[in-house]
């Protein structure tokens, strides 16, 4: 699918610059489409549209089954253009078509429907007990809808990532402006369009590509923002964390990771080692919670390793359109630099790249940032390939003595988004998933990732958490209305507080 240029959308209408963003494929390096660069102007403009759309009720006024209705409608046209969303989203990241179909789009998909179910299902009021002291009166715990809220999505998930966030942020009644990545507007602003043809009123959803430093940060720190939901680098969120502060806004952020894979002594060994490499060279390594520390006993570390290696080498690196490809390229030159970069300073330190460790070679990589699947052995843990996120297909393996080594090795980090367990004992990978630090543990596989459940970091790698039941608190204001019923005329105080809620069909736990 070819695109030529792609406009913002402001308040259900198209928007052009004076600036232009060019998107490339990372494959082959071909010119994909040119894209309306916003600024800050823009921003200015979308807020104004999205607050005047949140405050006339188009939306915001709705029921949350009307919401519920409205995104499933949404999320079924969205499923009938799939393979062109897919395309959209290939094009600019590079993620090859299995991946593409299945993670990025695929998962997106569900996941919004995911917040629709949830629109119908979550306690919008929440009566608390009769209280006799100081008076005898009743309370309702309400939520509702924030009002604007700013979503800054990364490169490497555009539209799943965007949608963790507008998703709840709709369901919940919201306004929202989207600000995505320099490198991956185009899914984005297909599936807001397809939203508006099918039920979103203009204003509630709107769209402004744009850099990082300008739009990004007018969106983080704008005073009729309140909320702003953040994918990226933890260096990024500390930003966005600052800007925001400024008017005290709700902030959530998903952030960094550097996730250990813990091979136990009594693990199977076929399932470990393609465990370990799926959990690490999927994307590329271009994913926040990638297990890119393999923890191995030192008494299996030499066979495991040599297993590692050979498992490494059937892996497919090709064209991203084409079935049989496992892995495609890095998102560009300045990516594949930085990995390389890596690479070459951990060899200095005294590591061993035992497998990849450049770019591809071969007419068919001329062009295109390509980067071999890599294991690097010889590693210590405060190395700085060890440390911080390379964001490549770079697995470095550290060897162990004992769990408890296991363990504080795994915990020795900044971040805490995800680790992987990998054991026979189930009641042993319990045992110690319990002891790492880390917002998801997972035992004997990788990237299991589940809507239905909170997903988020300890430590650097975030604040607050996205997806499962839970998923609107971030997305709404929390109110408590009391009663006062000393006067003696209400026989039935539920029905007093709760009457408004059934007429509006909000749910009741």
């Not at 209280?131 to 700013?150: C, K, M, N, Y």
């Not at 984005?188 to 430093?213: H, Q």
């Not at 940032?369 to 390379?390: D, K, L, S």
Request: proline residues 5%; glycine residues 10%; contains cysteine.
């Amino acid at each position: 699918m070819t695109v030529q240029h792609q406009l913002m959308l402001i308040d259900g209408k198209d928007v052009d610059s004076d600036r232009r963003m060019t998107i490339i494929d990372p494959s082959d390096e071909s010119v994909v489409a040119t894209v309306a660069q916003g600024d800050a102007s823009h921003i200015d403009a979308a807020v104004t549209a999205a607050r005047a759309a949140f405050d006339s009720g188009a939306w915001s006024g709705t029921t949350p089954q009307q919401r519920a209705a409205v995104m499933r409608q949404i999320a079924a046209a969205a499923n009938e253009v799939i393979e062109d969303l897919v395309e959209l989203e290939m094009a600019c990241n590079g993620a090859t078509v299995r991946q593409a179909t299945g993670f990025h789009i695929g998962y997106a998909l569900a996941h919004f429907t995911y917040f629709a179910d949830l629109a119908e299902t979550y306690a919008w009021r929440r009566p608390a007990p009769i209280a006799t002291f100081p008076a005898l009166s009743q309370s309702v715990v309400h939520r509702e809808p924030i009002g604007v809220v700013g979503a800054i999505a990364p490169w490497n998930f555009p539209l799943l990532l965007t949608l963790w966030k507008v998703g709840p942020a709709l369901a919940a009644g919201n306004s929202v402006v989207v600000k995505p990545d320099e490198h991956t507007p185009l899914s984005i602003l297909e599936f807001a369009r397809i939203a508006e043809r099918n039920g979103l009123p203009p204003g509630v959803l709107n769209v402004v590509p744009g850099d990082g430093r300008e739009a990004g940060a007018r969106l983080a720190s704008h005073p009729d923002v309140g909320k702003i939901a953040f994918t990226g680098s933890t260096e990024v969120g500390r930003e966005i964390m600052r800007l925001a502060s400024g008017t005290v806004k709700q902030v959530t952020l998903e952030l960094g990771g550097k996730g250990p894979s813990i091979v136990l002594d009594d693990a199977d060994l076929d399932l470990a080692v393609d465990g370990v490499l799926y959990g690490c060279f999927v994307y590329s390594g271009q994913v926040c919670e990638s297990g890119t520390r393999a923890l191995v006993p030192r008494q299996i570390h030499d066979r495991f390793v040599e297993r590692l290696v050979q498992r490494a080498k059937s892996i497919v690196v090709g064209p991203t359109r084409d079935w049989d490809t496992d892995m495609g390229p890095v998102i560009d030159a300045k990516q594949r630099r930085r990995i390389l970069d890596y690479l070459s300073e951990a060899q200095a330190d005294g590591a061993t790249v035992v497998l990849g460790g450049e770019s591809v070679p071969g007419d068919d990589f001329a062009k295109g940032f390509w980067v071999e699947p890599t294991i690097v052995t010889g590693v210590r843990n405060n190395m700085r390939i060890a440390r911080e996120e390379v964001f490549g297909p770079v697995l470095v393996v550290i060897p162990y003595d004992g769990d408890d080594e296991a363990i504080a090795i795994a915990n020795d980090t900044d971040y805490g988004l995800a680790a992987s367990v990998w054991t026979s004992d189930n009641a042993r990978g319990l045992a110690v998933a319990e002891r790492i630090q880390s917002g998801s543990v997972w035992i004997n596989d990788a990237h299991q990732i589940n809507c239905q459940v909170p997903f988020g970091g300890y430590k650097q790698s975030g604040i607050g958490r996205e997806l499962g039941p839970d998923a609107l608190d971030s997305y709404t204001e929390v109110k408590t209305v009391h009663l006062d019923l000393s006067g003696g005329r209400a026989a039935k105080p539920y029905d007093i507080l709760l009457s408004h809620a059934d007429e509006k069909g909000e749910s009741q736990p």
